[in-house]
């Protein structure tokens, strides 16, 4: 099984900007996709963002898309979302997920608070 460790997220005024970033560990080595989901109190889970391990192929919600770049450090097992621009609206608990190779199986991170203040 693999773990994953969200951290960076902290409260930032509108117009500001953030760097979130996902540790994984355990059997991270069978990860295929890594991605980026959100979750706004009383609304549900939304994905955000994804990116392959292989290759680095991002793709990114109309709602993010030419705001939030995500990345990935392999040798680090890390993956990264920068966020910019931000706006109230994207203030959630942010959540990272990986997916295995083989399995087929998910992991979720335990989430990271971005507050986006106006």
């Known amino acids: 099984q693999a773990q994953l460790v969200e951290s960076g997220g902290d409260l930032v005024q509108a117009g500001g900007s953030l760097r979130l970033s996902c540790t994984a560990s355990?059997?991270?080595?069978?990860?295929?996709?890594m991605a980026w989901y959100r979750q706004a109190p009383g609304k549900q889970r939304e994905w955000v963002a994804d990116?392959?391990?292989?290759?680095?192929?991002?793709n990114y919600a109309d709602s993010v898309k030419g705001r939030f770049t995500i990345s990935r450090d392999n040798a680090k097992n890390t993956m990264s979302l920068q966020m910019n621009s931000l706006q109230p609206a994207d203030t959630s608990v942010y959540y990272c997920?990986?997916?295995?190779?083989?399995?087929?199986?998910?992991?979720w991170g335990q989430g990271t608070q971005v507050t986006v203040s106006s």
């Open positions: 997920k990986a997916t295995d190779r083989w399995t087929g199986a998910e992991y």
């Open positions: 355990g059997s991270s080595a069978s990860i295929t996709t």
């Open positions: 990116i392959t391990i292989i290759g680095g192929a991002a």
